[in-house]
């Protein structure tokens, strides 16, 4: 049984990332402080922006359109690593079946792999990323709601950010700093970790939710 999502349905999980990511820019661009420069929270602003606007009433009713829409505006923001990976991640999710949530979000993450060599345990947004779509799967597998497998997934996606501070970085910038970035949240993983729990928000405090959610 597969986990259908309609293009409305995915433009009310982008809004609740975008008022997730709003809300605590602030805190990801601190925790960017430790290991970076800084500026991770303003690149996600400008990334759920972009997001936000590829699914923007008036827009193509096309949900594969949208996505990869979406993913060519993320890759032009200027943010380094982060936009890049998660525009390639969202305009991948196009190569998948047209409305098969689970699906979608492994094509994406399929197209992200392509780009990174980086694996759940590097102190990456991997490391919430791949937990929240093993969750996905297996809570579509298990013939769950949509709203359950957002649930799931963003459940799935805390818990692997929260890991990410026992972690020594080995990618980007933070990779330098070694045992330093340990007992730091990485703020890739926590900003993936804020989307998942906005996908599940934005579809679950929506009106005119879908049979399926």
Known sequence: MSCDVTKNDF???????????????????????????????????????????????GGSDDLKTCLREAGWSVLGVDGGASSSLLGV????????????????????LAALRKQTKAQPGDKTMVDALVPAIL?????????????????????????????????????GRAKFLGEKTRGHLDPGAASVSLMFAGFYQGLSHSKGESGNA
């Open 89 to 108: 991640f969202f305009g991948g999710m196009a190569d998948a079946a047209a409305t098969d949530l689970a699906a979608m979000f492994e094509a994406g």
């Open 11 to 57: 433009a009310r999980m982008i809004a609740g990332a975008a008022a997730a990511i709003r809300a605590q820019h602030t805190m990801l661009s601190e925790l960017d402080c430790a290991s970076g420069d800084g500026d991770h929270g303003a690149t996600m602003l400008r990334a759920v922006e972009k997001l936000e606007k590829a699914f923007a009433p």
């Open 135 to 171: 969750a996905m799967r297996a809570a579509d597998d298990g013939g769950k709601s949509l709203r359950e497998t957002l649930h799931d997934a963003a459940a799935a996606a805390h818990t692997g950010a929260e890991a990410t501070r026992h972690l020594t970085a080995r990618y």
